[in-house]
């Protein structure tokens, strides 16, 4: 693993998955540890991680949407209204998310309530083992899934993504600049689904802390319900076996979920999303 944003809390040692794995195993804290740390690692690689001695860890990538901006992890509640105080002292004049997973304190949502935030939504985190075998299936006619290895090709890649993630079109040169300077590209497999010339379809794979992180499957408006995100998730599954991971993870929404399920992944716990007033 390279230039990782955040480390695991446990050894890569600790908590390894018995050769027969059940939803139990896949929601152990060693396994939960080395997700969260690939997802931490995700999000602070769209902006500067700050966390230092502090008991916030945040981002800022100054992107006009709240995807890019957030706190991943809070270690202490010891002092929760000087927390939040910072957190939006720090993430002020750009739109931000703050992330609440297994990772921080069980009481951390009633904190933030408490002080004013709003919950937005609840994610299922999603594991799977990836010695597990998936079903051979064939892809829709004609679509190709290729690797995106230079900058020339990172803009339709952002195109299609930030479409379906309701991103103003005016930030994709500057999620390009962000996206070709993230210090954890070698740890990344971009993703894009290639039909008639054209890229319809986008999946992100970060190989880190032994697990494979698959983020931003999506599919163009005018391509979904073909196959094509069956067709993405297999490939970054295949993406996490030749990096030698034993893990894929993701977070799901409600029109992935199902997909997801039929892969084999199973949900071993949440994040809850928080927005405080502007």
Known sequence: MTNAASGADVPLTEGAL????????????????????????????????????????????????????????VRSLDAAEQLTATARERLAGVPWWWWVGPDSPVDTSAALAAHGARELTTIPVMVRPLDQEMDPTEPPAGLRIEAVTDRGHLPELVRTYSASMGVAPGLESDIVRVESQRRDNADIVRLAAVLDGRVVGTTVVIAAHDVAGIFIVHVADTHRRRGIGKALTAAALRVGQDRGMRLAALAASPAGEPLYRSFGFVEVSQYRLFAFPA
């Open 18 to 73: 018995p050769e027969e794995h059940t939803s139990g195993d896949l929601g152990h804290a060693g396994t939960l540890a080395r997700v969260t740390a690939n997802f931490r690692q995700y999000l602070t690689g769209w902006g500067p991680a700050e966390h230092g001695d502090s008991d916030l860890e945040h981002f800022r990538s100054g992107l006009a949407a709240p995807q890019f901006n957030g706190v991943v992890r």
